[in-house]
């Protein structure tokens, strides 16, 4: 018999220990070994109740998601939990660490649950285009009744035990050590003759339907606008709907259909492909395990601009001590009062309450001048895009900061190895590159400048970590991994104006692809200036050959610098971000048109799609073919994170293998002969084109 379920006895209860790390995915020894261990303390005269629980850090995550590639073998999940119904001694599940998916419904097949305090449950299934096809769908809500059985199966987040104790889930939190308390608790239910609870038979008062119009449609409606264009969710408020109208039995065999569909599907074989890309991320090829990261006790940020605060609230929302530091008193006091309005929205917002708002605040020191920074194990500077006065600072900052601190730049593009070389100690000097507004976005890309300590990037890695973002490793380049081949699209669709599509055409393309902005919206949003500004900084540097973004300086020219200025791309009323279509961008775009010698024409949305992703993903074979990112999937991650790409798309060099590298080389080819040097194919592209590879397989 397989070991991945242990079995001992503590006087007349059994205790059952799944052993399959790291997270004990119920894997097939796992099924195999809970039903044989199952029947072997029902079997056994001298038991009377079973406890099952997870060794190591939890309960069960979840079905093994490497096995959805493989054929299924028996018996299926739905079969384990269906046969717990027949074991006649009460079983007892002992939650700790994350009982989700499967792990979960493993749990509501046992006839009672107790949880850890710490721990957390949910059936995040529909975020990797699925839904809880081990009878969660039928089980979940006859134990919490409909409404936390939606917002659990639709929505996908997990819950903590507190709210699982008030939802029915758990029958009770144990304080201490918790096989002694599952054990204690059997013992209870044998003692006091408590009957089983089988969650596969009907819940009385669970109504029909019709009973629910209402929460069913709120679900259907916070899954269109959660989960833009995604299946899954609606295939499991059908699944729970199901539930209601027909017996278990019938309603599982339904669910068994509509799950090998939905595991089937490219949505799910998308999301499954961004969940481990995800993971793939945080792996250095180079960097293992056994580096570890250093210490970060207390966080100094130079800058209180609107990247500074948000580095500054992210780091305090982590628990770090952050000095933020400043050129004058009143740069600190007006950074420290727009921080303060953050928390305040916060708390508005219910997401914190003002006890913790304080709390957040008292970690954050305000300061002129650098010597504040001396103690700081982690400095990240966040000053103006100027490398000039960044090289500067980092000398400063160099006969400051104390031995062993990472000192770190946020730029979004510049050359970090030339910032390191200002400093006497390179191997120090690394790149965090935050997204606006830093403390929301999820993404931050570490960058690898040549000199730097391998244990100064496993630092960098770590703290994403730590502040719950998802961090991606960069070389050094013009613009790293996400700027660099974001960059590309943006500049299509600006060309795609001057040469006679709208800016709301193109944004619709874009958006049909379940982005959930397009890129002129975008820009408008960011500033046109920002780009502007760098593009003339750069100016010296621009090959004469490649087309040239006239038009986007035209605009900033004109004072269209997006939102703030009430005018981009689009036209906004005062006060508001919605974007109407304005009649002078089309007239700026002629005249800019005629002065390039660029024809107007009618141009398909398919162009509008292939011009704008395609020019990205040729640039990710670039970064690809030139180690400036590691895999193809990191470029993925960071689309997803960075710039809201639909997760089930994968990304945008998985969306490349799924519409076939050999049709994206020769559209490519014909844009490079048609628009010039700019769409010169990625020799990374033309191999794998040409050997009928993939850059995700
Ligand atoms: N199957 C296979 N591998 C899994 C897994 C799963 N369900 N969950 C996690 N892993 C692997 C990860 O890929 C990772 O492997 P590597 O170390 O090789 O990269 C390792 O376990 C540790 O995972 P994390 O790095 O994510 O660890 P963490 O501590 O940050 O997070 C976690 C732990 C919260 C459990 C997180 O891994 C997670 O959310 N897992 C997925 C949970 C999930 O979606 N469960 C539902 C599965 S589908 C299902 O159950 C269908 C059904 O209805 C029958």
């Avoid at 056994?44 to 406890?51: E, F, L």
């Avoid at 209870?188 to 969650?199: E, W």
């Avoid at 119009?213 to 679900?219: G, L, R």
């Avoid at 799609?609 to 990191?634: F, M, P, T, V």
Wanted: charged fraction near 25%.
């Amino acid at each position: 018999m397989s070991d991945a379920v242990g079995y001992d006895t503590e006087g007349r209860i059994a205790v059952l220990t799944i052993d399959n790390p790291p997270v004990n995915a119920l894997g097939i020894a796992v099924r195999e070994g809970i039903v044989a261990q199952m029947d072997r303390a029902a079997a056994d005269a001298d038991v009377d109740a079973i406890v099952l629980l997870g060794a190591g850090r939890t309960f069960p995550a979840g079905a093994d998601i490497r096995e959805f590639d493989q054929p299924t073998r028996e018996p299926h999940l739905i079969a384990v939990v269906d046969h717990l119904d027949t074991i006649e001694k009460p079983i007892v599940a002992a939650i700790h660490g994350t009982a989700l998916g499967g792990g979960l419904e493993l749990a509501l097949g046992c006839h009672f649950r107790v949880a850890s305090p710490t721990a957390r449950m949910g059936t995040p299934e529909v975020n990797l285009g699925i839904f809880p096809g081990a009878a969660g769908t039928q089980r979940l809500p006859r134990v919490a009744g409909l409404d936390h059985a939606l917002e659990l199966i639709v929505l996908g987040k997990p819950i903590d035990a507190a709210r699982a104790k008030d939802y029915g889930i758990v029958d009770g939190i144990i304080e201490g050590d918790l096989r002694a308390g599952a054990v204690a608790f059997a013992s209870t239910v044998v003692a006091d003759g408590t009957p089983r609870k089988i969650s596969s038979e009907p819940r009385a008062g669970i109504g029909t339907p019709e009973d629910h119009a209402e929460n069913i449609e709120k679900y259907r409606d916070l899954a269109n606008r959660r989960m833009r264009g995604q299946d899954s969710p609606h295939q499991a408020l059908d699944s729970v709907v199901d539930g209601l109208k027909m017996p278990y039995d019938e309603a599982v065999a339904a669910d068994r259909k509509r799950f090998e569909a939905c595991k089937n599907s490219d949505q799910s074989k998308a999301l499954r492909y961004a969940f481990f890309a995800e993971r793939d991320a945080s792996k250095i090829p180079d960097i293992g395990k056994e580096v570890a990261p250093r210490d970060i006790a207390s966080a100094g940020v130079i800058g209180a601009g609107t990247m500074g605060r948000g580095i500054v609230v992210s780091l305090a929302d982590s628990g770090f001590p952050v000095t933020v530091v400043e050129t004058s008193q009143e740069a600190i006091d007006t950074g420290l009062a727009e921080i303060g309005k953050t928390y305040d929205a916060m708390v508005q917002r219910g997401r914190i309450d003002a006890a913790e708002k304080d709390a957040r605040m008292a970690r954050i020191t305000g300061a002129v001048g650098f010597d504040a920074l001396a103690d700081a194990d982690l400095v990240i500077e966040a000053a103006f895009e100027d490398l000039n006065v960044k090289k500067e600072i980092f000398a400063k900052l160099d006969g400051v900061a104390k031995p062993g601190a990472v000192l770190a730049t946020n730029t979004s593009y510049m050359d970090i190895d030339a910032i390191a070389a200002a400093t006497s100690r390179p191997g120090d000097v690394i790149g965090l590159h935050y997204f606006v507004p830093a403390n929301a976005m999820r993404l931050l890309e570490v960058v690898r400048p040549a000199k730097a300590a391998p244990d100064a990037i496993a630092t960098g890695m770590a703290l994403a970590k730590k502040t719950g973002k998802v961090g991606v490793l960069a070389r050094v380049c013009h613009g790293f991994i996400a700027n660099r081949s974001r960059l590309p699209l943006v500049r299509e669709a600006t060309f795609l104006v001057e040469e006679g599509a709208s800016p709301a055409r193109i944004d619709a393309v874009l958006t049909g692809l379940g982005m959930p902005m397009g890129p002129l919206a975008v820009s408008d949003l960011s500033g046109l200036d920002v780009s502007w500004r760098m593009r003339l900084s750069l100016a010296d540097q621009h090959d004469p050959e490649v087309r040239y973004m006239h038009l986007a300086d035209r605009m900033c020219e004109l004072g269209r610098f997006g939102i703030k200025a009430g005018k981009g791309w689009y036209t906004y009323e005062e006060g508001s971000r919605r974007p109407t279509p304005d009649p002078e961008t089309e007239a700026i775009a002629i005249e800019v048109a005629k002065e390039q010698g660029t024809a107007r024409r009618d141009i398909s949305d398919d162009e509008i799609r292939e011009r704008c992703l395609y020019a990205a993903i040729n640039e990710g074979a670039k970064i690809l073919e030139e180690g400036i990112a590691a895999r193809a999937s990191d470029i993925d991650v960071m689309w997803l994170h960075g710039f809201g790409y639909p997760r089930w798309r994968g990304g945008i060099m998985y969306t490349a293998d799924e519409i076939g590298l050999a049709e994206i080389h020769d559209r490519v080819c014909a844009f490079h002969a048609e628009h010039g040097k700019q769409w010169a194919p990625s020799a990374l592209l033309a191999r794998l084109a040409e050997e009928g590879g993939s850059f995700t397989g």
